[in-house]
């Protein structure tokens, strides 16, 4: 009996002794975060690209493959930190360009330049489409030899191949430093969606991509890059182009007359005084719009509206929402996940109610037009809970007739 007991003991203590050690090997290790193994990082590539307006060049690779971010900016010249402004007066040397930077484990540089060929017009010395200058050009910038040598040999394919029947000029450059462009330039495309496709719309450059192309749609994937990564269903002729207004303002819907959208922005939409609002509006339109009143949930006029079209401020009708923007939250009210023209719209801190939340006015009308939250869907996450009494519905068949035709790009 005694021999157990004291062989048990020692059991006892030998496993505690054991255990003490381990975690004395063990802890230290953990501590510095030795024991958890972490993956290597990602190796990425840069690359650098000038395809004429780096709005269009941005969006147009960002939507391919491998592709992990498209940074809008200015190279080629000499000029340290050159301004948009600068660079578009075509005095700093630079041209309107993209830095790639992309994973070679999933597209390779070959098919960067395939995607490149089919986005751009490279017969054009003087631009790209409307936009003219040298500060428009195409470049395809290199870094090594070997990205000299896939350029040379990706054009060479291209001129025997391709669809263009005139020389092939793109500019074929050493990089130089590359410089952000200014914040309001980047992803340009998904920030100002409206603005964008007016300006792509005018330009040109679809209308030619599409023509150029027919026919020759498998080009891309008969081109065997080192990855096998097959581009044909991302390089289809994209269906926007866009405007040479990127300087001056102007923009275009290739249906339509020329239109200034900083005309739609900064026009003076009139506001009648009181008494003549009591007279105008009705009064739940009066209660909502001037007093921050609140309408009924599922009572109001557009809380259900399916047609297409815009909707306007009741007061000074300035454009606010869109119907494509437009979703059923089940709240009783009309929701949008953003607003037409985010320069319509003030947002103000509203305590009422023994809660904060943000307020929605118009930024020319002055109306009370609801609240934003948080808890909207994708793409951005907000949702614009809108009184149907401050707003005014004009259907797409009408947009023309009242002065909104260049919105009917929305809708095409």
Same mark, same amino acid.
């Given at each position: 009996?005694?021999?157990?007991? =004291?062989?048990?003991?020692?059991?006892?203590?030998?496993?505690?002794?054991?255990?003490?050690?381990?975690?004395?090997?063990?802890?230290?290790?953990?501590?510095?975060?030795?024991?958890?193994? $972490?993956?290597?990082?990602?190796?990425?590539?840069?690359?650098?690209?000038?395809?004429?307006?780096?709005?269009?060049?941005?969006?147009? /690779?960002?939507?391919?493959?491998?592709?992990?971010?498209?940074?809008?900016?200015?190279?080629?010249?000499?000029?340290?930190?050159?301004?948009?402004?600068?660079?578009?007066?075509?005095?700093?040397?630079?041209?309107?360009?993209?830095? #790639?930077?992309?994973?070679?484990?999933?597209?390779?540089?070959? $098919?960067?330049?395939?995607?490149?060929?089919?986005?751009?017009?490279?017969?054009? &010395?003087?631009?790209?489409?409307?936009?003219?200058?040298?500060?428009?050009?195409?470049?395809?910038?290199?870094? $090594? *030899?070997?990205?000299?040598? &896939?350029? *040379?040999?990706?054009?060479?394919?291209? @001129?025997?191949?391709?669809? /263009?029947? %005139?020389?092939?000029?793109?500019?074929?450059?050493?990089?130089?430093?590359?410089?952000?462009?200014?914040?309001?330039?980047?992803?340009?495309?998904?920030?100002?969606?409206?603005?964008?496709?007016?300006?792509?719309?005018?330009?040109?450059?679809?209308?030619?991509? %599409?023509?150029?192309?027919?026919?020759?749609?498998?080009? #891309?994937?008969?081109?065997?890059?080192?990855?096998?990564?097959?581009?044909?269903?991302?390089?289809?002729?994209? $269906?926007?182009?866009?405007?040479?207004?990127?300087?001056?303002?102007?923009?275009?819907?290739? +249906?339509?007359?020329?239109?200034?959208?900083?005309?739609?922005?900064?026009?003076?939409?009139?506001?009648?005084?009181?008494?003549?609002?009591?007279?105008?509006?009705?009064?739940?339109?009066?209660?909502?719009?001037?007093?921050?009143?609140?309408?009924?949930?599922?009572?109001? *006029?557009?809380?259900?509206?399916?047609?297409?079209?815009?909707?306007?401020?009741?007061?000074?009708?300035?454009?606010? =929402?869109?119907?494509?923007?437009? =979703?059923?939250?089940?709240?009783?009210?009309?929701?949008?996940?953003?607003?037409?023209?985010?320069?319509?719209?003030? @947002? %103000?801190?509203?305590?009422?109610? /023994?809660?904060?939340?943000?307020? #929605?006015?118009? +930024?020319?009308?002055?109306?009370?037009?609801?609240?934003?939250?948080?808890?909207?869907?994708?793409?951005?996450?907000?949702?614009?809970?809108?009184?149907?009494?401050?707003?005014?519905?004009?259907? %797409?068949?009408?947009? @023309?007739?009242?002065?909104?035709?260049?919105?009917?790009?929305? /809708?095409?």
């Amino acid at each position: 009996m005694t021999h157990n007991i =004291f062989t048990l003991i020692l059991l006892i203590a030998i496993t505690l002794v054991g255990a003490w050690q381990l975690n004395t090997v063990i802890q230290p290790a953990m501590a510095k975060g030795e024991a958890q193994p $972490t993956d290597p990082p990602m190796a990425t590539k840069s690359a650098v690209f000038a395809g004429g307006c780096f709005w269009c060049t941005e969006s147009d /690779f960002e939507k391919l493959p491998g592709v992990l971010s498209v940074v809008s900016g200015y190279t080629g010249g000499d000029v340290e930190n050159p301004t948009y402004e600068g660079v578009s007066s075509g005095e700093t040397g630079h041209v309107e360009a993209i830095l #790639v930077t992309y994973d070679p484990d999933h597209v390779s540089y070959e $098919t960067l330049l395939d995607h490149f060929w089919r986005h751009v017009d490279p017969t054009d &010395a003087g631009g790209q489409f409307v936009d003219r200058g040298a500060q428009y050009r195409s470049v395809i910038f290199y870094e $090594t *030899e070997d990205e000299r040598l &896939a350029i *040379e040999a990706s054009k060479k394919a291209l @001129e025997a191949s391709g669809p /263009f029947n %005139k020389p092939i000029v793109t500019d074929i450059l050493p990089r130089k430093p590359f410089y952000e462009a200014e914040s309001y330039h980047q992803d340009y495309y998904s920030k100002n969606p409206i603005r964008y496709k007016f300006y792509r719309t005018g330009s040109g450059r679809d209308q030619f991509l %599409k023509k150029q192309w027919k026919g020759h749609e498998k080009w #891309v994937s008969e081109r065997k890059s080192d990855n096998q990564v097959s581009t044909t269903s991302q390089n289809n002729v994209p $269906t926007l182009s866009r405007n040479q207004g990127e300087a001056d303002g102007v923009l275009s819907d290739s +249906k339509t007359d020329p239109v200034s959208n900083d005309a739609i922005l900064k026009k003076e939409y009139s506001v009648p005084d009181d008494a003549t609002l009591k007279e105008k509006l009705t009064p739940i339109q009066y209660k909502v719009a001037r007093q921050e009143g609140t309408e009924p949930p599922f009572n109001n *006029e557009y809380w259900d509206n399916h047609r297409e079209g815009i909707y306007v401020d009741i007061v000074s009708g300035e454009p606010l =929402f869109s119907s494509t923007d437009k =979703f059923d939250s089940g709240t009783g009210w009309p929701s949008f996940v953003r607003p037409l023209e985010a320069d319509h719209i003030v @947002e %103000k801190v509203d305590k009422g109610l /023994f809660m904060t939340r943000t307020e #929605v006015r118009s +930024k020319h009308g002055d109306s009370h037009l609801g609240h934003v939250f948080t808890d909207g869907p994708a793409p951005t996450g907000l949702r614009y809970c809108i009184n149907s009494a401050s707003l005014r519905f004009i259907p %797409k068949e009408d947009l @023309e007739n009242e002065g909104f035709g260049a919105y009917l790009v929305l /809708f095409q």
